[in-house]
T-cell receptor, first 112, second 115 residues
Framework: DAKTTQPTSMDCAEGRAANLPCNHS???????VYWYRQIHSQGPQYIIH???NNETNEMASLIITEDRKSSTLILPHATLRDTAVYYC?????????????FGQGTILTVHP | GAGVSQTPSNKVTEKGKYVELRCDPI?????LYWYRQSLGQGPEFLIY????????DSGLPNDRFFAVRPEGSVSTLKIQRTERGDSAVYLC?????????????FGEGSRLTVL
């Protein structure tokens, strides 16, 4: 799986959009980009994943650049409950799609 | 609820003792995963089961660690001769393996402290 690089921490005001970047410049053509988050003292929670196209679900949007070397997770209206560590992960899918390589992630703090 | 359940939530033991950690996956999920998370780090993959068999155990750190899933549902992670460095949160996750991508559902973890 390709290495991903994320900022160590970010801040966001409540009600504003949180845009979390991720670099994955060595990603190969069959690797997906996954995002998980982990709220303090809980297990990781799946957010979204994508291959080439932008994706949106009830939690977030995922914007992947055309060259697939970077992506941005967007939480459109951040709340205090969105304060968590956000992990960007690349994974080739197939039978090993659950074998995820978590990095250090981005600590997102949403403040009032 | 109907999520992944892990017991115990906290376990304190002494160096050299044997420990078992249990995971009850979501009903019907065929795939089960164990991860370990040390303080300040992201989770690290340990082992993955598809049904009853261990499909990939490449993340187990050494032969003191062993996991079973005898009936394809509940799994037990076993640690022999525990060491202080084994202290961590042990996370279990499950999923449907019906497609080649998808989400893992994680439990809240078992926090192991080895004194």
């Amino acid at each position: 799986d390709a290495k991903t690089t994320q900022p160590t921490s970010m801040d966001c005001a409540e009600g504003r959009a949180a845009n979390l970047p991720c670099n994955h410049s060595t990603i190969s053509g069959n690797e997906y980009v996954y995002w998980y988050r982990q709220i303090h003292s809980q297990g990781p929670q799946y957010i979204i994943h994508g291959l080439k196209n932008n994706e949106t679900n009830e939690m977030a949007s995922l914007i992947i650049t055309e060259d697939r070397k970077s992506s941005t997770l967007i939480l459109p209206h951040a709340t205090l409950r969105d304060t968590a560590v956000y992990y960007c992960i690349s994974n080739a899918g197939g039978t090993s799609y659950g074998k995820l390589t978590f990095g250090q992630g981005t600590i997102l703090t949403v403040h009032p | 609820g109907a999520g992944v359940s892990q017991t115990p939530s906290n376990k304190v033991t002494e160096k050299g003792k044997y420990v078992e950690l249990r995971c009850d996956p979501i009903s019907g999920h065929t795939a089960l995963y164990w991860y370990r998370q040390s303080l300040g780090q992201g989770p690290e993959f340990l082992i993955y089961f598809q049904g009853t068999g261990a499909a990939d155990d490449s993340g187990l750190p050494n032969d003191r660690f062993f996991a079973v899933r005898p009936e394809g549902s509940v799994s037990t992670l076993k640690i022999q001769r525990t060491e202080r460095g084994d202290s961590a949160v042990y996370l279990c996750a499950s999923s449907f393996l019906r497609q080649n991508t998808g989400e893992l559902f994680f439990g809240e973890g078992s926090r192991l402290t080895v004194l």
